[in-house]
């Protein structure tokens, strides 16, 4: 089983950028769908993006669509998460978490095998 660490997140100003990246140990990280979630104060768990095993196959919520871009690279055992024309409401702990199923929603957090501990972040006005 893989353990999973966030970096990257900070403050940044609306209309800004950052990139998260999620490392992952272990030797299998390439059978793993990989996803990104947030929770903003007071709010559940949000899907954000999620990408498959080759990183061929991507998903993303249409809250962030043509804004995030998310990644894999399997040599290093890592999954990023581009953040591009930032919002206050993309204010939240972003989570990385690992699907070891094939089968199963992408998008429902219930499917997730593994997960960060989180990384915030903060977009102000």
């Known amino acids: 089983q893989v353990r999973l660490v966030e970096s990257g997140g900070g403050l940044v100003q609306a209309g800004g950028s950052l990139r998260l990246s999620c490392a992952a140990s272990?030797?299998?990280?390439?059978?793993?769908?990989m996803g990104w979630f947030r929770q903003a104060p007071g709010k559940g768990r949000e899907f954000v993006a999620a990408i498959g095993l080759s990183g061929g196959s991507t998903l993303y919520a249409d809250s962030v669509k043509g804004r995030f871009t998310i990644s894999r690279d399997n040599t290093k055992n890592a999954a990023l998460l581009q953040m591009n024309s930032l919002k206050p409401e993309d204010t939240a702990v972003y989570y990385c978490a690992a699907k070891s199923s094939r089968l199963g929603n992408w998008a429902a957090a219930g499917n997730y095998d593994v997960w960060g501990q989180g990384t915030q972040v903060t977009v102000s006005s």
């Open positions: 272990g030797r299998t990280f390439g059978s793993y769908t």
